[in-house]
């Protein structure tokens, strides 16, 4: 008991007889200051149109270049096959990210020589530095829409709105971009359906043969699901697909 009582009092007395200095904590102010030369606006300004453009890259990259058609083709390839999660998701993402990069890179050479560095040399504006790169994204567009007779998607969506233009280089982004993304699609699913024949009579005959042999109980799946993957490697279907598939753009 002596020896608790001693315990406090020394508590009390290191406690009491000493300062304690106080802990600084750091203070957070928010506020807008006013710039100090225009450049600080200008450079501000910057950093905010920089950050709008990654939060719309995602988007810009599915509706403006190839990766649409890539990723459709995949998916229909994946279902022909009836595999399942096999190739996984995220592998035919990348790998259509990557051809999009390889299909694209005239595009972007043309845009980083033409746009992009005269902006950064500071020989134009950055109004001129998104005409010229929306001028060059137009033309890759255009080029596909012409490739594969789909112009008449574009005169499609300006008569339902109302608008009128001879010349396909004439319409405004507003209908050319979903046009072109109409035009992707339709290639992909064209491409996809071209994908399901040889399966779907591998399918068919193996369905046949289960019946004829009274083995109905049996998944027809699951016999054809070897052979098609049998079929796939052995015709070499990977370098088949993505030659298909890089030939079957314009080139920009």
């Known amino acids: 008991m002596r020896k608790l009582l001693l315990s406090l009092l020394l508590v009390l007395f290191l406690t009491t007889g000493f300062p304690q200095e106080e802990i600084p904590f750091p203070s957070i102010r928010i506020g807008i200051s006013p710039a100090e030369s225009p450049r600080d606006l200008v450079t501000t300004l910057e950093i905010l149109l920089i ?3 990654l939060a719309l890259a ?3 990259l599915v509706l403006f270049t190839s990766f649409t058609r890539i990723i459709v083709v995949f998916s229909f390839l994946r279902n022909a096959l009836g595999t399942r999660q096999t190739p996984p998701a995220q592998v035919l993402v990348g790998l259509a990210l990557f051809l999009t990069f390889l299909i694209m890179q005239p595009v972007w050479n043309d845009i980083y020589n033409n746009a992009l560095q005269p902006y950064m040399n500071g020989q ?9 790169i929306m001028n060059r994204v137009r033309i890759f567009m255009i080029n596909e829409l012409k490739n594969h007779h789909n112009e008449g998607k574009v005169f499609l969506l300006a008569s ?3 608008q009128k233009f001879d010349k396909l280089e004439d319409a405004p982004n507003s209908i050319l971009i979903p046009a072109f993304v109409l035009g992707e ?7 996809g359906m071209l994908l399901y024949i040889p399966f779907i009579v591998i399918d068919m005959v193996v369905s046949s043969i289960l019946l004829a042999m ?3 109980m049996i998944p027809p799946v699951l016999i054809s699901l070897p ?3 049998l079929l796939f490697v052995a015709v070499n279907g990977w370098d088949l697909l993505i030659s298909g598939l890089i030939k079957s753009f314009a080139g920009g």
């Open 160 to 162: 339902s709105v109302g």
């Open 58 to 60: 995602p988007s810009i």
């Open 185 to 191: 699609l339709e290639l992909g699913f064209k491409m």
């Open 124 to 132: 134009i504006g950055y109004q001129e530095m998104f005409s010229r």
């Open 227 to 229: 052979f098609k993957v």
């Open 51 to 53: 950050l709008t453009v």
């Open 214 to 216: 009274g083995m109905i």
